[in-house]
């Protein structure tokens, strides 16, 4: 069954086709609007007609939440979303249980979960396809969409350098991931109170991914073609006031863009907090492409919804 949970698990040339196909979903659709479904890559229609992906969230979404929707009425399809306190879930019903049902109405699930074990006990119970729509471990739909925007400014993967700077996170867990299929190097600089779990690291480097930690957000962003960065309290996060107080050093501020290379690229997520993990004048300057990067959410989770349903 082919789920989509981490970028760990699926093969390099399946992330490259889902990637090559989202660019060309996206270029193919160009002047349309927005609710009209895909033309085709050769006018044959849009490929997911009668197919139905059941949305649960279990927190806040809005990216996530609205561009799979849209995905699925583009691919012909359509989207049931719940919030899990809407199901019988927030009573006490098994995820094991709503994943064999779920499975019987609809031909895919989306879940977005505090637990990243409700998504894996969602699939082993599931007989449809599962995508990981973020969890407190990774959140693999996005950082498709942010390679995708990273090509789309020119710069070839495969020997690029990525720095992220800020919390380590579930984002940057999925950049970890990713690191090994994509060839890019990959630089961190977290605070250490705030780093990521060094296992998920050597899992990618033990997959030969170019992975550099305990830098200074200084040589983190030197000669980088990216700057990343995620809001320095996520979801779940309850200890607010010692994240903002260890995290102030890594705020990337025009001095810190400066130094990477020249024209690189600003990713974030979003939503984004300003005069936090990153300046406004960063955040709204040129080298920012995070509209870009929300936009690409779309594009990229049609083409993982595709290959997770093999059309
Ligand atoms: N970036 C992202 O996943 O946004 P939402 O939380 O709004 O879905
Ligand atoms: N790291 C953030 C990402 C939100 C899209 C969180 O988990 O809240």
């Known amino acids: 069954m082919p789920h989509f949970l981490s970028l760990a698990d699926i093969s390099a040339a399946d992330l490259r086709s889902i990637l090559d196909q989202a660019h060309a979903m996206k270029a193919a659709r160009t002047g349309l609007p927005k609710g ?17 992906l059941a949305m649960i969230f279990e927190k806040s979404s809005t990216r996530t939440r609205f561009s799979f929707d849209m995905g699925m009425r583009q691919l012909g399809g359509t989207s049931i979303t719940a919030t899990s306190n809407d199901m019988q879930l927030g009573r006490g019903e098994s995820v094991a249980d709503t994943a064999r049902v779920l499975s019987r109405f609809v031909d895919a699930v989306m879940i977005r979960s505090n637990a990243h074990r409700t998504i894996t006990d969602f699939a082993e119970n599931s007989d449809v396809p599962v995508i990981n729509g973020l969890s407190d471990f990774n959140h693999p739909c996005q950082i498709l969409a942010d390679l995708m925007t ?31 299929a994509f060839g890019y190097e990959l630089r961190i600089s977290s605070p250490d109170s705030y780093s990521l779990d060094p296992a998920i690291i050597q899992a990618a480097q033990d ?13 983190a962003a030197s000669g980088a073609d990216a700057l990343i960065t995620d809001c320095w309290v996520s979801m779940g996060d309850t200890d607010k006031a010692e994240r903002l107080k260890a995290l102030t050093p890594y705020q990337i501020d025009a001095s810190i863009l400066g130094k990477a290379k020249q024209g690189a690229a600003f990713l974030h997520c979003l939503p984004a907090y300003r005069g936090q993990e990153m300046t406004a004048e960063v ?9 870009d990067e ?15 349903l093999g059309v």
């Open 36 to 52: 009209a479904t895909d033309p085709g890559l050769n006018g044959e229609g849009p490929s997911l007609n009668g197919h139905t």
């Open 150 to 180: 990273i090509e789309e400014r020119g710069t070839k993967l495969n020997g690029a350098v990525l720095s992220w700077i800020g919390d380590g996170n579930n984002v940057l867990a999925s950049f970890v991931n990713a690191a090994p």
């Open 207 to 219: 997959r030969q991914g170019k992975i550099v930690t305990d830098l200074s957000p200084q040589d």
């Open 283 to 291: 955040l709204e300057g040129e080298q920012s492409v995070v509209w």
């Open 294 to 308: 929300a936009e690409n959410r779309l594009h990229a989770q049609k083409a993982i919804v595709r290959w997770c």
